[in-house]
Each structure stands twice: as structure tokens, then as C-alpha cells.
């Protein structure tokens, strides 16, 4: 490894009177982008003219020395723009023109934004929307760029990465699985209606938080299947979460596996189906605190985990008491009169009560519904509104590779873009540094 030595004065204007350490700082601030560049510069310059004596030395005769590029090409970096006017070759033997330099630092060909230049304004455009991330980047770093370069970026670098790969190693028990509605958008921005977006998170058990193993556009549940099968060891699965949506205990269910319903969904959905039935209010308020009134329909977390085996009596009596208000409901809902709310009912009653049958039988509290482990992807939810209001389907499950690891796996994001490849670095070995005034040297 060779050492190289840079040499650097730098000269600055010190008002009389008034400075102060904020002051000081923010006159250095401003002029890093001219520092930096001058480093970069330097560093090219003497980088490249290597470069090129190790060429000629290499094949003599082949190459000849062409002058420099007619106007500097800008790089935008994370240390400011660097203006460089690249040395050429001319190549004797294929004919045209070699730029050494670009050629050995592998810098891009027409990009003029480099890829760790990009970080920033990429993963601000998680929390908000992409002209908003290149205003706050422009504003706190003074980088400039276009919203449209953002967006065309993280579509490259979400394409490039893939955070769902086989995770058969490790043992999840638990699935959730769950939906929202999106609106999508054609190429051309034509409207295309709402569409479903759906998610599947999993959890190692009851001390372990739930992380996203797959996000899908228009993608019904038995395909999610199968793709889930593929990605994780699905007979590991011990219980399925959900609001019980149509299809998915059809399609996700495998035999020997638990479903638990979420009794708040199952509250909420409840006077629908009655509506769908011909109930008004006034009929379906004592049908409605008929299932209020059901144990289950009300019982906590918190409740649960304050279980002890020597309450194994009362629990008992609470699955027994539950049973029977699952009973006394079905007898108010009459089959003719109340056909869907009755159905409803009936196919409720095991999933709902999940977690107290898994508690007596194994002494394990799992969640009693969904809502806790779906406010966290709730935020996903809300960003999706708030970064655009319409969304191409390829475009919204490359930004929700980017989310899953701002939001999800935050401690992945900073290893993903400066340590993913091991690529060789300068390392600084030290630095020496001086100031004089007029008529003095002090060391600093």
C-alpha cells in the first residue's frame, strides 16, 4: 500500500470583533464543499498520472497521451461537486479515445450523482415525498438534485437489493398477515383505481417482535402461499394472526396451525354483517352488547400475562362463560332473518378464542389481536398517503424495500450502503497542522 502526502494552505478571513464558536463553525461548514474538493482534486490529479505512467510502462507503444477532456465533468458527492477535466489516451492499436481514471475508479459513465451521494435524500423519501427529501437534503447539505433523480435512484437501488430471501434457518412460529387499499397508476399516470396491498410479518414467539417477510401488490393469498413456503420452514408455523379477511384462513392455514382471530376486528365487523342482513340500529344494539358482553370479546394482554398457573380455575371459567355467550348469541340470530351475521358468528367463535385455549393447554400468552403489531406498519400505511397519492405497482413495493429497512431494520441501513462491499478505501495516517498571523507562527 502506498502513501501519499497532501500538502494544503488554506487561507481564511477572521473578523476583529464578534465571532463566535457558532460563527466559526459555520464559516468552516461553508467552505468544506471547496475544502473537500480541493482534496479530491488533488488526489485524482496524482492518482491519475499513476494510472497512466503504469499504462504506458505496460504496453509500450499502444497508447499516447491526448490532452484532457474539453470541460470538467461534475461529480456530485456527498463532500460537494468536484469539477475534474480527465487526462486521455489515444489507443494506437483499437483507435479512439481511454480515460484512465474513470476507467480505474470505476466512476460511473453518465451518472453525475455518485451512489453514496444519494443516501440521504433516499432515505428521507421513506418520511416524506421525494421533492420534499431533495429540499430538505439541498437545504441541510447544499446538495442539489431533482425530485425525478431521486425517484429514479431508489427504484435502481431497491432493484438491487432484496431484503425477503430464504429464511428456512430461522424458526418463526407465529404469522400475521393483513391488507390495506392502495391507489395505483398506470405508465402514463392514467388513474387505475384502488388495488390491495398486503404484508406478512412473522415472530420467533412470545418475547419476539414481529418483522416483515414479504410485501405484495394485487396478489391473492394462495400465491402468497406458496412464495411464503419458499421463503420461510412454514410447517415451523404454529399460529396464524388476522382480521379474518376473506381467503386467508383458506389459503394460509396448514394443517396442525392455530388461527387467532382479532376480537376488535370482529367487534367492528360485526354490525356490518347485521346491516347486510336488513338490521337497523335500534335492532342490532342488544345483538351488539350480546357479543360486548362475551369474556373474550373484552379480555387484555395484560390480563393474561398476569396469569398464574394457580389461576387456571378462573380461566377455565372464562373459555366456559365465553362459550356460552357464543351460544346465547347464535340462539338470538335467527338463520332466516340474520343468514350472513350468523355465519359470521359461527366461524369467529374457534379463531377468537385462540388465546385462551393456547394458554391452558401450554401456560403461553400470545397476542389477543393485531392492532399493537399493526400500528408499527401502520406508519408504513400513512407514509404511503402522505409520500403520493398514486402509486405504479412496481414503484410502491421498491419503495417498501427501502422502508423495511429505514423503518423495520434501521441497523441495516448504514452497513447496506457503506459496508455491503468490501471495497479497497484511502485510510488517513495522520494530520499536522499549523496557523501564523501576520508576524507569528502558533501550533495548534
Given amino acids: 500500500m502506498s502513501e501519499i502526502t497532501i500538502d494544503l494552505?488554506?487561507?481564511?478571513?477572521?473578523?476583529?470583533?464578534?465571532?463566535?464558536?457558532?460563527?466559526?463553525?459555520?464559516?468552516?461548514?461553508?467552505?468544506?464543499?471547496?475544502?473537500?474538493?480541493?482534496?479530491?482534486?488533488?488526489?485524482?490529479?496524482?492518482?491519475?498520472?499513476?494510472?497512466?505512467e503504469q499504462k504506458l510502462e505496460q504496453e509500450p507503444g499502444r497508447y499516447q497521451r491526448n490532452g484532457h477532456q474539453s470541460q470538467p465533468?461534475?461529480?456530485r458527492t456527498s463532500l460537494g461537486v468536484i469539477a475534474y477535466r480527465f487526462a486521455q489516451l489515444r489507443d494506437r492499436q483499437q483507435g479512439g479515445t481511454v480515460v484512465p481514471l474513470v476507467e480505474a475508479l470505476s466512476i460511473p459513465a453518465y451518472d453525475h450523482y455518485l451512489e453514496e451521494t444519494m443516501e440521504p435524500s433516499i432515505g428521507l423519501s421513506v418520511h416524506l415525498s421525494y421533492r420534499r427529501a431533495t429540499s430538505e437534503v439541498e437545504r441541510i447539505q447544499g446538495q442539489s438534485m431533482s425530485h425525478t433523480t431521486v425517484h429514479s435512484r431508489l427504484q435502481e437501488f431497491a432493484q438491487s437489493h432484496s431484503p425477503f430471501g430464504e429464511r428456512k434457518a430461522i424458526t418463526f412460529r407465529y404469522l400475521l398477515v393483513d391488507g390495506t387499499k392502495v391507489h395505483l397508476q398506470g405508465p402514463s399516470g392514467q388513474d387505475l383505481g384502488q388495488a390491495e396491498m398486503r404484508w406478512a410479518l412473522a415472530s420467533l414467539g412470545p418475547s419476539s417482535p414481529f418483522e416483515p417477510v414479504g410485501f405484495w401488490i394485487n396478489t391473492d393469498w394462495a400465491e402468497i402461499r406458496k412464495e411464503l413456503e419458499e421463503r420461510l420452514d412454514y410447517q415451523k408455523i404454529e399460529i396464524l394472526f388476522s382480521d379474518g379477511g376473506p381467503g386467508i384462513e383458506e389459503n394460509l392455514l396448514r394443517a396442525g396451525m392455530d388461527h387467532q382471530?382479532?376480537?376488535?376486528?370482529?367487534?367492528?365487523?360485526?354490525?356490518?354483517?347485521l346491516y347486510a342482513d336488513g338490521a337497523k340500529k335500534p335492532e342490532q344494539r342488544p345483538l351488539l352488547e350480546k357479543l360486548k358482553s362475551i369474556p373474550a370479546m373484552h379480555f387484555t394482554k395484560a390480563q393474561l400475562e398476569q396469569l398464574r398457573p394457580e389461576d387456571r380455575p378462573f380461566?377455565?371459567?372464562?373459555?366456559?362463560?365465553?362459550?356460552?355467550?357464543?351460544?346465547?348469541?347464535?340462539?338470538?340470530?335467527?338463520?332466516?332473518?340474520?343468514?350472513?351475521?350468523?355465519?359470521?358468528?359461527q366461524n369467529l367463535i374457534n379463531p377468537v378464542t385462540t388465546f385462551l385455549t393456547w394458554w391452558l393447554n401450554k401456560g403461553e400468552v400470545i397476542p389477543l389481536n393485531t392492532n399493537a403489531i399493526e400500528s408499527a406498519f401502520s406508519q408504513v400505511c400513512n407514509r404511503i398517503k402522505k409520500v403520493g397519492k398514486r402509486w405504479s405497482e412496481q414503484g410502491l413495493l421498491?419503495?417498501?424495500?427501502?422502508?423495511?429497512?429505514?423503518?423495520?431494520?434501521?441497523?441495516l441501513w448504514t452497513p447496506l450502503w457503506h459496508n455491503?462491499?468490501?471495497?479497497?478505501?484511502?485510510?488517513?495516517?495522520?494530520?499536522?497542522?499549523?496557523?501564523y498571523w501576520s508576524g507569528g507562527i502558533t501550533q495548534i
Fill in 9 to 52: 494552505r488554506l487561507v481564511f478571513k477572521i473578523p476583529d470583533s464578534g465571532l463566535t464558536i457558532n460563527g466559526l463553525i459555520r464559516g468552516l461548514k461553508e467552505a468544506s464543499s471547496e475544502i473537500h474538493g480541493a482534496m479530491v482534486s488533488t488526489l485524482m490529479k496524482a492518482l491519475e498520472e499513476r494510472v497512466i
Fill in 73 to 75: 465533468r461534475k461529480l
Fill in 398 to 411: 421498491n419503495w417498501l424495500k427501502v422502508a423495511f429497512y429505514k423503518i423495520f431494520k434501521p441497523e
Fill in 261 to 273: 382471530r382479532c376480537p376488535w376486528h370482529g367487534k367492528r365487523d360485526f354490525p356490518y354483517l
Fill in 315 to 345: 380461566l377455565e371459567e372464562i373459555a366456559q362463560k365465553t362459550q356460552q355467550g357464543f351460544q346465547d348469541l347464535l340462539n338470538a340470530l335467527d338463520p332466516e332473518k340474520y343468514p350472513k351475521a350468523r355465519t359470521y358468528i
Fill in 420 to 435: 455491503e462491499k468490501e471495497f479497497p478505501k484511502i485510510k488517513l495516517l495522520s494530520v499536522q497542522a499549523s496557523c
